[in-house]
């Protein structure tokens, strides 16, 4: 029995799937449920000007993996600044609720990743992996290009490829036919996913988010982090996520931390075009360091999973 989706109303025009995908897809929206109940009340508690922190975090500690998910992502380097957090109270007083409110949507997307049940075990850990090291080398060049966003730039890079996820789920041989998970990427890979699928794993991961109700940029990166210009309003955090994703790939193909090709980062150009102020130098510059601390963060997140 299909269960009927109510679509949230939202400024971007619906995405459409393919029939059977759509459907094979819609009939599971209820056991890939992005957001559990208590990360629903604290969010919307959290859009009150006057909520206190008190109230947020006793919200917060009813869901224990929520709670331990966010105090290890408050503890990497990027977030922490080298000073180790050891409550969820002082998580909120330092970071702020915006803050919060995006480590909370990035803790339920990490546990929901986790919980796909692709077929093999290391297509998932690829897909995984590949998204926190995203999400970690975003938040860096967040920081180093002075761009401000506050938490977004991590929860955009940790969704941005949950399309490929979901392909190897529901459609696990047409995904090993295309997508060999090498992350060389060339500017025809949507066209051979759409000659294949009817469709790409970018509109894919948009419907998704789309479905669960999540906010209008994080679908903007999930369907444009290939082109970003395409993206609108949302155009910079799209970008950034992008040049984060080609970075991410480059250091999948070439380990870390070695020398990357920095003349072939294309989505460094296009940072600049959107605003961003000597990318290419600053990110030449610092590239050793930002590898490395994305990096030795994926591995803190990885060696304390649940």
């Not at 969010?43 to 105090?71: G, H, M, Y």
Request: charged fraction near 20%.
């Amino acid at each position: 029995m299909f269960h009927r989706v109510f679509l949230p109303e939202t400024n971007t025009p619906q995405i459409e799937l393919p029939t059977e995908l759509a459907l094979r897809m819609g009939c599971n929206l209820d056991q890939l449920k992005v957001l559990p109940d208590v990360a629903v009340q604290a969010l919307d508690i959290a859009k009150d000007p006057n909520c206190s922190v008190t109230r947020f975090s006793t919200v917060v500690e009813q869901d224990v993996k929520l709670t331990t998910d966010i105090l290890r992502m408050a503890n990497t380097v990027v977030f922490s600044g080298g000073q180790r957090i050891t409550s969820l109270h002082q998580a909120i007083i330092r970071l702020g609720f915006r803050h919060c409110k995006n480590l909370i949507l990035s803790s339920c997307i990490g546990s929901l990743m986790r919980r796909m049940s692709i077929q093999e075990t290391n297509s998932r850990e690829k897909l995984y992996k590949h998204g926190f090291l995203t999400a970690l080398i975003s938040a860096n060049l967040n920081n180093l290009f002075g761009i401000r966003f506050m938490g977004e730039d991590f929860t955009a890079g940790l969704i941005h490829d949950l399309g490929r996820t979901l392909l190897a789920m529901f459609m696990p041989t047409e995904f090993k036919q295309f997508d060999k998970l090498d992350f060389v990427e060339d500017q025809y890979l949507l066209e051979r996913e759409h000659a294949a699928l009817g469709t790409t794993h970018c509109d894919v991961g948009g419907w998704f988010v789309q479905h669960n109700m999540l906010p209008d940029p994080l679908c903007q990166v999930v369907r444009f982090h290939h082109q970003p210009e395409l993206s609108g309003e949302g155009r910079l955090l799209t970008t950034l996520v992008a040049a984060s994703d080609e970075i991410a790939n480059f250091v999948h193909q070439l380990g870390a931390p070695r020398e990357l090709p920095i003349d072939k980062l294309t989505m460094l150009v296009k940072l600049e075009e959107v605003g961003v102020d000597r990318a290419i130098e600053k990110f030449a510059d610092q590239s050793t360091q930002i590898v490395t601390m994305a990096l030795s963060d994926l591995c803190s997140l990885n060696s304390r999973k649940s």
